[in-house]
Nanobody, 114 residues
Framework: QVQLVESGGGLVQPGGSLRLSCAAS????????MSWYRQAPGKERELVASIGSIGSITNYADSVKGRFTISRENAKNAVFLQMNSLKPEDTAVYYC???????WGQGTQVTVSS
């Protein structure tokens, strides 16, 4: 079965950086588009970034463009999200998932606060 384990979240001050990691298993990782999503308290889950199966194509939500970078390492079944210049509005639980599958792990909490 599909398993997704996110890590790397934490508490960071505005302007700081975090790198999220996601370990995936239970499917052929190298053939699917992978995405990061986030859900803030009281809000719907939103798509943050996506990366094509071989990593050559990436897409970002306007709210994170220029600050976040998604990458993947197919040999390790892993996808990453480098988050720079973090803002309080980036506070949320972050999830990775194959795009469109609606399969979720436990997520990792990111809190941006001074």
């Amino acid at each position: 079965q599909v398993q997704l384990v996110e890590s790397g979240g934490g508490l960071v001050q505005p302007g700081g950086s975090l790198r999220l990691s996601c370990a995936a298993s239970g499917f052929t990782f190298s053939t699917v588009v992978m995405s990061w999503y986030r859900q803030a308290p009281g809000k719907e889950r939103e798509l943050v970034a996506s990366i094509g199966s071989i990593g050559s194509i990436t897409n970002y939500a306007d709210s994170v463009k220029g600050r976040f970078t998604i990458s993947r390492e197919n040999a390790k079944n892993a996808v990453f999200l480098q988050m720079n210049s973090l803002k309080p509005e980036d506070t949320a639980v972050y999830y990775c998932s194959p795009r469109g599958w609606a399969k979720w792990g436990q997520g990792t909490q990111v809190t941006v606060s001074s």
